[in-house]
């Protein structure tokens, strides 16, 4: 765990990244990994959304020339708010940029990649260019859920039904967020008013949309990420968590509920390694 989003997978056949947000080496006393501990080549990057804690320009061309492919969203909406990130990347300098849409696959050395639906946290906007990442890599099924809302369990009982038990969930719970213009308002034809604007937010699962999750895919291990508590992150998240801040609270709720039931918990902060045999 690099920080927020940002997690490497790796085995002696392949390595994966997920949302880059990598840490300069400074002084603030918080252990964390940097650019000098990634592998020196990254054959899978993936991102979920285009929102700028995911997709972060300048930790993407520091690393661009270790990266094999980039997997990212497939948009369909042509408007302001809902660019191509394939087109995005292209534009950079990025050679080998892979669309995938909701439930397609494809293989990789030793496992998979497939892409669930990702549901909420973009303020009700018609954004499709959003997607959460199951990696599959021998026997361990990792979900990548980054911000993703529970809005709809039903839909998480079809996608168990044909892909089955994850192993290890990551998923974000700024269960706040920011309004709606925080983000959107410049890109958007005319102003909102007060109450629609603090209405559609920027949230991703609270305790109980969280836990459906957990107890959906019977998970086994589960780890609270993306929250923006890292210090580093404080330039594009303006975060400024407390201990009764709802975020926390919700987080710490589902952590001690799995902790209770035997499920290896944790909300991630600065740096977290793991090691599967």
């Known amino acids: 765990y690099f920080g927020h989003a940002c997690v490497l997978i790796e085995t002696k056949d392949i390595s994966i990244l997920t949302d880059p947000a990598i840490s300069y080496r400074y002084d603030n006393g918080i252990e964390r990994y940097t650019f000098q501990d990634l592998p020196e080549t990254i054959d899978y990057v993936l991102i979920t959304h285009g929102h700028q804690d995911h997709i972060i320009f300048e930790a993407l061309l ?146 109980e949309r969280g836990i459906g999750i957990v107890n959906q895919f019977n998970c086994s291990e589960v780890y609270v990420y993306a929250m923006g508590q890292e210090p580093w992150l404080n330039y594009i998240m303006s975060i400024k968590y407390t201990e009764q801040s709802n975020p926390i609270i919700a987080s710490n709720r589902l952590v001690k509920d799995c902790l209770s039931r035997g499920i290896v918990a944790e909300r991630l902060f600065g740096t977290k390694e793991v090691i599967y045999n």
Not at 124 to 151: C, E, M, Q
Not at 163 to 180: H, K, Q, S, T, W
């Open 62 to 207: 520091q690393i661009r020339h270790r990266i094999g492919k980039i997997i990212v969203p497939r948009s369909r909406g042509g408007t302001l708010e809902d660019p191509s990130l394939k087109l995005l990347l292209t534009k950079i300098g990025f050679k080998d940029v892979i669309e995938l849409d909701e439930m397609e696959s494809i293989d990789v050395p030793g496992g998979s990649i497939t892409e669930l639906p990702f549901l909420g946290e973009h303020a009700d906007l018609n954004i499709s260019s959003k997607i959460a990442h199951l990696v599959r890599i021998k026997d361990k099924r990792f979900l990548f859920a980054a911000d993703s809302n529970n809005i709809e369990p039903k839909l998480y009982e079809h996608i168990f039904r044909v892909l089955g038990d994850v192993d290890v969930l990551f998923i974000g719970m700024e269960c706040d967020g920011a309004p709606l213009s925080w983000l959107y308002g410049p890109l958007l034809t005319r102003p909102l008013d007060r109450k629609m604007d603090q209405s559609r937010r920027f949230s991703g699962s609270n305790y």
